[in-house]
Each structure stands twice: as C-alpha cells, then as structure tokens.
C-alpha cells in the first residue's frame, strides 16, 4: 500500500512520505478504535450464539411489536416533516419577506435541545400533571405513555432534515423556471410539480433519508415519553435497552444489529446522493 | 404600489406554505419549548437557586461541561487531521473511510452506547488492555468522554474538508517559493484559514456532547455525584415526579445550549462573510 498525494496536490507543495504515513497512520488508527471495533463488537456480539440464537431473538413477540412501533412512528414522522421541509423551503427560497432569517434560525431549534428536554416538554404539556393534563385526563385521550407521545416527540427530534436540505437548493436554484412557468400560464401546483419537484427531488429524498434514520434510532426523546410499556411503547432503541440491561446481550445486540445496518444504508445511500445532487448543481 | 409583509412575486403559495410552516413550527417546536419556561417560571428565585446548586445537580453540569470540552477538544485535533488526510492524501480505501466518518450521525445513539460499553468494558475487546495498564474506561467519567468523542466525531471533520478543498494551493506554493519550510507552510498558512471552521466544529460538537443521553447512560455507570450526566439527571428527577427539579435543571441546560447555538450562528456567518468577501 502506498499513500500518495490526492493528484490534485502540486509536487511544490507535500510533506515527505514519512509525514503522510504517520499521519495517515494516526488517522486510521483513531477510526479504527472508535468506529470500526464498535460496528464489528455489535455484529460478533449479536451472532455470539450462532445464527439460530439471532433469529430466534428477532423473531421474539416483543422485538417483532418494537419494530411494528418503530416502523409505525417514522411513518408518522417522517412524511410530516417531509411535507414541512417542502413547505418552508417553498416560503423561504421563493419569497423575500422580513424576519427569513430568524425564520431559518427556528427551524434549527430542535437540532439544539437535549433529547432528553425534548422528551420533557411534551411531559409538561401532555403529561398527567402538565399543563393540558387535566383537560386530557377528562377527555380520556392519552398522549402521554402512548404512541401519540412517542410519535410527537420523534417528529420534534427529527424536526429540521428536510427543510434544512431543502431551504440553501432551491435558493441556489433561483425562482427562474417556477416564473417562467407562471407567466406562461401555469398554475400553482402544476409549476410546483412540473418544475420544481423534479429539481429538488434528490434533496428530497437526502432529507428523508436522514430523518428515517433519526426517527428510527431516537432514543432519548422516546425514553422520556414512552413509559416503556412492553409490546405497546416500546420502540426497538427502548427494547434494546430492557435487553441489556435484562444482561439478556445477544437479543439485544441482534435488535442492535438491525438499527446499524439501517445507519450503513443510510449513510451509503447519503454520499451516493451527495455526488448526484453536487452533479446537478453544476451541470445546471 | 403594492403594500404586504413580502415583495411582490409572481409566483403563488406564499400565503398556504407560509401558513402551514408557521402553524407546524409553532404547534411542534415553539410552544412546547415554551412550556418548559412557564414550568420554570411557577418557582421562585430561591426554590430555583435551590435546585440547580444542590451538589448532585452542580456535580452532573460539572461532569456534563467538562467531558464535553474534553471530547470536543479531543475531535478538534483528530478532526482537523482526518480532515487532511482524507481530502490530502490518497490511498486504497479512502473513499469508504470517509462515508463511515457519518457513522455516528446515523447510528441510534442507544446502539452506540451499548457498543462501546462492550468494547471498552474490562473485558471488552480494548478495554482489557486498558485494563492491564490500570485504566478504567467504561463505568467512569473516562467513558462518558469517550461516548462523547464518539457522537461528536463527524463535526470537525465536516466542517473543515470543505474549506480545504476551497483552499488555492497559490498560496501554499507562494509561501514555498519564499523560502518556508512544509512545517511553516502548514502553520502559518494553511492552519489560520482552517481555524474558523475547527472553532464551529468545535462548538457543533460540544453542543451535540452536552445534550447528549443514549449512548453515555450505557458507558457511564450512572454513579451520582460520579458519572451522573445532566440529562440523565433530569429523567432520574423526571421518574421521581419531581417535574418541577427536572423542569429547572432543563431550563439551565437549555439556556445553555441557546447561547451555544447563537455563538455557532455568528461563527458561520463570520466564516459566511469572510469567503464571500475573499
């Protein structure tokens, strides 16, 4: 193995090839150590009782309804805040309007706040003692300790990925063909997908991807909220946890195992995207 | 003339889309947020001191702060150098090495926890060398720094590549030409130009390590006074239905993380401001 220069570096400008191996030597080490072992434990730890020890740990009742949950609450998330993220960009990429910036800034919030405070504010707002707790208590709805809970606080955590993917595109892009359109005759949702989408469909779809992966792997937020009722609000971050803490490693290493093959997906799927929306932006 | 809150524009929708992400904000983000502060507001000043100078509560904000400062130092160095490596030097396996630095941002943190707990306790893959020479990683504040280190890898790295990748190689190649070594080059050239965006990364990360639960409360222990982080504090008082101690303690933590966000904003629009003007 040899470590060049990327061919973009000028020969005037390089370290001496011991310098690049040290550094490169160093670089590859601290990978190893904090992301490589890591990924490779859960994998060893999920298989330590063969491969029938792992299915038999998925196809648990109880790992099957954490996942049903888990599935169900990203697709609650999920396409609401996709539908967000279009319709702040669409506001703030399109129109000039006092206060954008404070606008953009709101929208970051979420990226901000602990999980764990995340989780606490819809307990004071929802909760038995919070501020609509006694109206809900009398209305018999349950928010908190519920699916509705664990979903509200997931589309919380999860807030921002769209918009924020979508807001500095389709600024880039300029309203040019949207008002070429229009003049020319179209009406609003025909511009919008006729021209538009087609444009920010990538970005659409980035977003997306990294909100599934929060939405599916939110933990804090979810602990809070969830009461950890078995077979009803526990998500699969929630049944991990009860495995482990059970010393039950396996299963919940294998529950594990899900999660992470879901973030290497996620992010193969991400630099695929990053290469085609950069594409994009310059051969436009 | 045309009198409205936006300038004209031909296009439609402003009304519906505006509408609907201000509706949405407000009802998800805005007056939950609220309600932590009108929680807050329900205590005097002195039930409030109370709470968040209580020795469990100043020993969690001091573990919480001081491991990550440490962790975001820690990526800031490490950060800096996988930046360079990988957009500098090229060799087999690059390209994978550097998509798995967003492992962390994808991973759920409550696997990530469990992962290192494994890795690193005494009879982990590398906890059991460290073992031997007397250190103890999980089930100490050494492995809440290292949870944090981890979530907080990918900042610095991201935010400093594209800078490098903007960086003209003129000005390294005009430095050598006037006589300065690779070392000088380096340090005197290059490094002010990344600085900006070693500082935001930083501060990215540090923000990210202070609100962060899932993959500490696995590593940590959970020992009041010890390896009690702030979040895990607040659940703890939380289950305690304690709402109001878990309310005061959030609030601080919030605020926190507010100033935070508000220096990261002005760094990136200094940083925003300084390209555009170059």
């Given at each position: 193995?040899?470590?060049?220069?990327?061919?973009?570096?000028?020969?005037?400008?390089?370290?001496?090839?011991?310098?690049?191996?040290?550094?490169?030597?160093?670089?590859?080490?601290?990978?190893?150590?904090?992301?490589?072992?890591?990924?490779?434990?859960?994998?060893?730890?999920?298989?330590?009782?063969?491969?029938?020890?792992?299915?038999?740990?998925?196809?648990?009742?109880?790992?099957?309804?954490?996942?049903?949950?888990?599935?169900?609450?990203?697709?609650?998330?999920?396409?609401l805040n996709m539908l967000f993220g279009v319709a702040a960009a669409w506001a703030i990429a399109k129109f000039e309007f006092p206060g954008k910036n404070i606008l953009v800034s709101l929208i970051d919030l979420p990226f901000a706040v602990s999980?764990?405070i995340a989780?606490?504010i819809?307990?004071?707002l929802?909760?038995?003692?919070?501020?609509?707790?006694?109206?809900?208590?009398?209305?018999?709805?349950?928010?908190?300790?519920?699916?509705?809970?664990?979903?509200?606080?997931?589309i919380f955590v999860t807030f921002p990925f769209v918009a924020r993917e979508l807001i500095p595109l389709m600024q880039l892009q300029a309203n040019?063909?949207?008002?070429?359109?229009?003049?020319?005759?179209?009406?609003?949702?025909?511009?919008?997908?006729?021209?538009?989408?087609?444009?920010?469909?990538?970005g659409?779809?980035?977003g997306?991807?990294?909100c599934?992966?929060?939405?599916?792997?939110?933990?804090?937020?979810?602990?809070?909220?969830?009461?950890?009722?078995?077979?009803?609000?526990?998500?699969?971050?929630?049944?991990?946890?009860?495995?482990?803490?059970?010393?039950?490693?396996?299963?919940?290493?294998?529950?594990?195992?899900?999660?992470?093959?879901?973030?290497?997906?996620?992010?193969?799927?991400?630099?695929?995207?990053?290469?085609?929306?950069?594409?994009?932006?310059?051969?436009? | 003339?045309r009198v409205g809150i936006k300038k004209f524009s031909?296009l439609?929708g402003f009304g519906i889309s505006m509408g609907f992400s201000a509706l949405y904000l407000s009802l998800i983000v805005l007056i939950p947020l609220c309600t932590l502060f009108i929680?807050?507001?329900?205590?005097?000043?002195?039930?409030?001191?109370?709470?968040?100078?209580?020795?469990?509560?100043?020993?969690?904000?001091?573990?919480?702060?001081?491991?990550?400062?440490?962790?975001?130092?820690?990526?800031?160095?490490?950060?800096?150098?996988?930046?360079?490596?990988?957009?500098?030097?090229?060799?087999?396996?690059?390209?994978?090495?550097?998509?798995?630095?967003?492992?962390?941002?994808?991973?759920?943190?409550?696997?990530?926890?469990?992962?290192?707990?494994?890795?690193?306790?005494?009879?982990?893959?590398?906890?059991?060398?460290?073992?031997?020479?007397?250190?103890?990683?999980?089930?100490?504040?050494?492995?809440?720094?290292?949870?944090?280190?981890?979530?907080?890898?990918?900042?610095?790295?991201?935010t400093?590549?594209?800078?490098?990748?903007?960086?003209?190689?003129?000005?390294?190649?005009?430095?050598?030409?006037?006589?300065?070594?690779?070392?000088?080059?380096?340090?005197?050239?290059?490094?002010?130009?990344?600085?900006?965006?070693?500082?935001t990364?930083?501060a990215l990360?540090?923000s990210r390590?202070?609100g962060?639960?899932?993959?500490?409360?696995?590593?940590?222990?959970?020992?009041?006074?010890?390896?009690?982080?702030?979040?895990?504090?607040?659940?703890?008082?939380?289950?305690?239905?304690?709402?109001?101690?878990?309310?005061?303690?959030?609030a601080?933590m919030l605020a926190a993380s507010f100033v935070l966000l508000l220096i990261i904003n002005l760094l990136q629009w200094r940083s925003r401001y300084y390209h555009a003007?170059?």
């Amino acid at each position: 193995m040899s470590i060049t220069r990327t061919s973009a570096v000028p020969n005037s400008t390089g370290e001496p090839a011991v310098v690049r191996w040290l550094l490169t030597g160093i670089a590859l080490t601290f990978i190893f150590l904090f992301l490589i072992i890591p990924v490779a434990a859960v994998f060893a730890e999920a298989f330590a009782r063969g491969f029938a020890g792992y299915v038999k740990a998925l196809k648990d009742p109880l790992a099957v309804s954490a996942i049903k949950l888990t599935l169900l609450t990203a697709g609650i998330a999920v396409p609401l805040n996709m539908l967000f993220g279009v319709a702040a960009a669409w506001a703030i990429a399109k129109f000039e309007f006092p206060g954008k910036n404070i606008l953009v800034s709101l929208i970051d919030l979420p990226f901000a706040v602990s999980p764990v405070i995340a989780g606490l504010i819809f307990v004071l707002l929802y909760g038995t003692y919070g501020l609509l707790g006694p109206w809900l208590v009398k209305h018999d709805i349950k928010i908190i300790f519920a699916v509705p809970g664990i979903a509200i606080a997931t589309i919380f955590v999860t807030f921002p990925f769209v918009a924020r993917e979508l807001i500095p595109l389709m600024q880039l892009q300029a309203n040019d063909e949207e008002e070429a359109a229009t003049t020319l005759g179209a009406r609003g949702w025909q511009t919008f997908f006729r021209i538009t989408l087609p444009n920010i469909k990538w970005g659409i779809l980035y977003g997306v991807i990294l909100c599934n992966a929060r939405a599916m792997g939110e933990f804090g937020a979810v602990s809070v909220v969830s009461g950890h009722i078995r077979g009803q609000t526990n998500t699969m971050p929630l049944h991990i946890e009860i495995l482990y803490n059970e010393y039950n490693f396996t299963a919940a290493f294998a529950v594990a195992s899900l999660l992470l093959m879901l973030s290497l997906i996620t992010i193969t799927l991400k630099s695929l995207l990053e290469r085609r929306i950069h594409q994009g932006r310059y051969s436009r | 003339m045309r009198v409205g809150i936006k300038k004209f524009s031909v296009l439609p929708g402003f009304g519906i889309s505006m509408g609907f992400s201000a509706l949405y904000l407000s009802l998800i983000v805005l007056i939950p947020l609220c309600t932590l502060f009108i929680a807050t507001a329900g205590l005097s000043l002195g039930e409030f001191m109370q709470i968040v100078t209580s020795p469990r509560v100043v020993a969690s904000f001091r573990l919480s702060f001081g491991a990550s400062l440490i962790a975001a130092l820690v990526n800031s160095v490490f950060g800096l150098l996988l930046a360079w490596v990988l957009e500098r030097y090229s060799f087999p396996g690059r390209r994978i090495l550097d998509g798995m630095v967003d492992i962390p941002f994808a991973l759920p943190t409550a696997v990530a926890g469990i992962a290192l707990t494994a890795v690193y306790a005494a009879n982990g893959w590398i906890g059991r060398y460290l073992e031997v020479l007397g250190i103890k990683a999980a089930f100490s504040p050494l492995g809440v720094v290292i949870a944090l280190t981890f979530i907080g890898l990918p900042f610095v790295v991201r935010t400093v590549q594209p800078v490098l990748k903007d960086l003209d190689f003129e000005i390294e190649e005009a430095a050598a030409t006037l006589g300065a070594d690779r070392w000088k080059t380096f340090s005197m050239v290059i490094l002010p130009h990344l600085i900006p965006a070693v500082i935001t990364g930083f501060a990215l990360a540090f923000s990210r390590a202070l609100g962060e639960y899932g993959s500490v409360v696995f590593i940590s222990g959970n020992m009041p006074m010890k390896t009690e982080i702030v979040p895990l504090l607040i659940i703890t008082r939380l289950e305690q239905y304690d709402t109001k101690g878990a309310a005061a303690i959030a609030a601080v933590m919030l605020a926190a993380s507010f100033v935070l966000l508000l220096i990261i904003n002005l760094l990136q629009w200094r940083s925003r401001y300084y390209h555009a003007v170059r």
